[in-house]
């Protein structure tokens, strides 16, 4: 199909949900690449006249300095990732609709009925027989009884946060007045990444609780589950009609997302988000501070693949001068499209080529005649430019790499890095090296500290969530108000002890699959930082 250009900002007369302003992206795919808008909301509807659209400033002109190696982990983290975490919320990647215009009757928004936010009354993301009695016992502040129960389903499963989390909210409810926050994580549409952000927040919880805080108030939290955007709007009032939430950490940059945010907003209550957190470095101080969601712009992302494909390319250039590579890659995906696109982009420096581009979703793809084909015209590396839902195709390419007599050295970002694909990889997989924001490290305290709480290695996800959790929480416990927490952030609020303390923009860490018993069940190997 033809290029077009998307701003952000529907021209066709409809609505569409969390539609905002951002840097002028030319696409070739029926959706916009950053914000997911269709073609057609860029066509001047009949009943339209043109206005003017004010226009973000290119990020091509330099990072913005209010940019955090923490948040922009965070905006990767939440919901497991990418440019495109929109897409998350709704089957088989497909574009946003466009929504009839409210009428007088639908324009209230009602908070739910609790289904979706829960204390530990309710389980949201595993069942156990143990967990269900006392989610029971929970809900009839029936204290010690949950406690107890609550208990036994951590000891039963030392790698399941929901249950630590609402063992220490028993506990909290039990000493009475605790301190409350929320934490909004996909539980229902992607679980195993709900998990990792939930085992970084189960863990600062566990330790304030410990801790003996001054105030003497323990920590509550109450997990949001965000998965279905449509429920986001209620779900949010929610919150707002609960005056004893005092923060939020999580959301992403989907539409569903886009609107609690601006709920949250017009509320006073203080949100970590990709779309609402910033930072600053000043010599050796970290500032973070919350800003509007229509401030931050949609260059959050982007900046962090241009970081992504640039760390790929110099690395592959390292491996063999001027690289010759095969690019992966799946254009249902707004991530896939972007990560592909900043790979081309960092290659001149490197004096690299692209043998071949390679769309795993066409009808006619077989990894192994593409494999070979890339080798014959010199291919010695392979991007896999993949999204998280192909981590099947991912492995097919590494098996037919590996079966291919002289393999390719196997590259790939973030959303490559999970479970599966150590799992279903097996030998295939040895060696390939990923782009993510935070990698583990044997020597890092809290990484050792998380081996013991959680039984096995965190990720990044882990870390980041930690480090989010940990800046609400020493702001929330000094002034433990909505109006002055939201002030506090919106001065900016000073950092200390964060674990990751890297520049994403200048070069995200890399990390290699290697034989080892720290990895996940059923699979030898584990990810370490590349030397």
Request: proline share 7%.
């Amino acid at each position: 199909m033809s290029s077009w250009t998307c701003d952000g900002v529907p021209k066709d007369g409809k609505q569409y949900p969390g539609a905002s302003s951002h840097t002028p992206q030319v696409n070739t795919s029926p959706d916009c690449i950053i914000c997911g808008l269709p073609q057609e909301a860029m066509q001047l509807g009949k009943q339209q006249k043109p206005g003017k659209t004010v226009v973000v400033g290119s990020s091509s002109q330099g990072t913005p300095s209010w940019l955090a190696p923490t948040i922009i982990a965070l905006a990767v983290l939440l919901i497991g990732g990418g440019i495109g975490l929109y897409l998350l919320f709704k089957p088989n990647e497909t574009a946003i609709k466009p929504i009839p215009s409210p009428s007088p009757t639908d324009t209230t928004i009602t908070p739910t009925q609790g289904e979706n936010v829960s204390r530990g009354e309710q389980l949201l993301l595993k069942t156990t027989p143990t967990k269900e009695a006392g989610a029971k016992a929970f809900e009839q502040k029936n204290w010690p009884d949950a406690i107890a129960k609550y208990q036994t389903a951590v000891t039963q499963d030392a790698n399941d946060p929901e249950g630590l989390i609402y063992l220490n909210n028993a506990k909290a409810q039990k000493a009475e007045n605790p301190i409350t926050i929320a934490v909004a994580v996909p539980t229902t549409i992607s679980a195993d990444s709900a998990a990792e952000i939930l085992r970084g927040v189960a863990k600062y919880q566990a330790e304030y609780n410990q801790s003996s805080p001054p105030s003497g108030r323990l920590l509550e939290v109450a997990i949001i589950d965000s998965s279905d955007p449509m429920k986001a709007p209620n779900i949010a009032q929610e919150i707002i009609d609960s005056p004893d939430i005092l923060g939020i950490v999580g959301y992403g940059i989907d539409p569903g997302s886009q609107a609690a945010l601006k709920q949250y907003e017009s509320a006073g209550i203080a949100v970590l988000s990709p779309l609402t957190s910033s930072f600053n470095q000043t010599g050796g101080e970290s500032t973070l501070k919350t800003i509007s969601v229509e401030e931050k712009g949609d260059e959050l992302l982007v900046n962090y693949l241009q970081a992504v494909g640039k760390t790929l390319t110099q690395y592959a250039s390292k491996k063999q001068p001027s690289p010759a590579i095969v690019l992966f890659s799946n254009p249902d995906s707004p991530y896939s499209q972007q990560l592909q696109q900043e790979i081309i982009n960092s290659l001149s420096a490197v004096k690299g080529t692209i043998v071949e581009q390679i769309d795993v979703t066409s009808p006619n793809f077989n990894p192994s005649d593409a494999i070979a084909n890339a080798q014959q015209k010199g291919a010695k590396i392979a991007i896999l430019a993949l999204s998280k839902n192909k981590v099947n195709q991912a492995v097919e390419i590494a098996k037919a790499n590996k079966n291919s007599g002289s393999p390719l050295i196997l590259m790939g970002g973030d959303e490559l890095y999970n479970a599966d694909i150590l799992v279903k990889g097996g030998d295939a997989i040895a060696g390939i090296i990923l782009a993510v924001p935070w990698s583990f490290s044997a020597n890092d305290p809290f990484a050792k500290d998380a081996i013991n709480s959680w039984k096995g290695r965190v990720s990044w996800r882990t870390a980041t969530a930690y480090d989010a959790t940990k800046a609400l929480i020493d702001t929330v416990s000094k002034t433990p108000e909505r109006a002055a927490i939201a002030q506090a952030f919106n001065q900016g609020v000073i950092l200390t002890d964060s674990t990751t303390n890297f520049n994403l923009f200048d070069e995200v860490p890399l990390v290699k699959a290697v034989k080892g018993n720290q990895g996940p069940k059923g699979s030898n190997y584990q990810f370490d930082p590349l030397k």
